[in-house]
């Protein structure tokens, strides 16, 4: 069965640095991958998606590398503020249904 | 327009009680989706409308009910439902009648719902 992991439950990083969040994907080819933000009590918002045939996609202070190779995504929030501090998921989609990741939780310290 | 908009907020219900959440969209998406999540988890994917036709059941258990009566509307029927059930639920809708991985989907801001 498909399984997607995001490697950390939850990260905390100092104001200013790079955070970076990796997710992981097993017996599944996407052409696609997607990443969401979700505040706690909220539904998620979408924020980035990249193909299978770009390496990296940039939005803002966002970046998103998808390596099919080694099935798996980074996502990296430079010059991180505390207002960044959410919920990230990953989400796939196959079958028609989006699976998401376990999501990591990021905690910017100001 | 680029909100689906989820009532109640907040629902607390007993085990024998009937309820219902509601969605509402005006993008003119064909596809809307029931998620139920629980704490720490991610959203889990329980029924897919497509041009308001149910096209998916993730195997819910019938006390939840849903029910789509136009394109812009989506509802969840609860009835006899379990503590095990309390999440939070979550609406969602995209621009196509299926989920396309080149689509993203659009979120509310959920139900809390709470069974005692």
């Known amino acids: 069965s498909q399984k997607i992991e995001q490697n950390s439950e939850a990260l905390n990083i100092q104001e200013g640095k790079t955070a970076t969040l990796t997710c992981n994907y097993t017996n599944y080819s996407p052409a696609y991958l997607q990443w969401y933000r979700q505040d706690p009590g909220r539904g998620p918002v979408f924020l980035l998606l990249?193909?299978?045939?770009?390496k990296e996609k940039r939005k803002e202070r966002l970046k998103v590398t998808f390596d099919t190779t080694l099935k798996q995504s980074l996502f990296h929030i430079t010059a991180s503020q505390p207002a960044d501090s959410a919920t990230y998921l990953c989400?796939?989609?196959?079958?028609?249904?989006?699976?998401f990741g376990t999501g990591t939780r990021l905690t910017v310290i100001p | 327009d680029t909100e689906v908009t989820q009532t109640p907020k907040h629902l607390v219900m007993g085990m024998t009680n009937k309820k219902s959440l509601k969605c509402e969209q005006h993008m003119g998406h064909r596809a809307m989706y029931w998620y139920k999540q629980k704490a720490k988890k991610p959203p889990e994917l329980m029924f897919v409308?497509?041009?308001?036709?149910?096209?998916i059941n993730e195997s819910v258990p019938s006390r939840f009910s849903p029910e789509c009566p136009n394109s812009s509307l989506l509802n969840l029927h609860l009835h006899a439902l379990q503590p095990e059930d309390s999440a939070l639920y979550l609406c969602a809708s995209s621009q196509d009648g299926t989920v396309k991985a080149n689509t993203e989907a659009f979120f509310g801001q959920g139900t809390r719902l709470t069974v005692v």
């Open positions: 989400a796939l989609v196959g079958a028609n249904n989006l699976f």
């Open positions: 990249i193909r299978e045939n770009e």
């Open positions: 409308y497509s041009y308001e036709k149910l096209s």
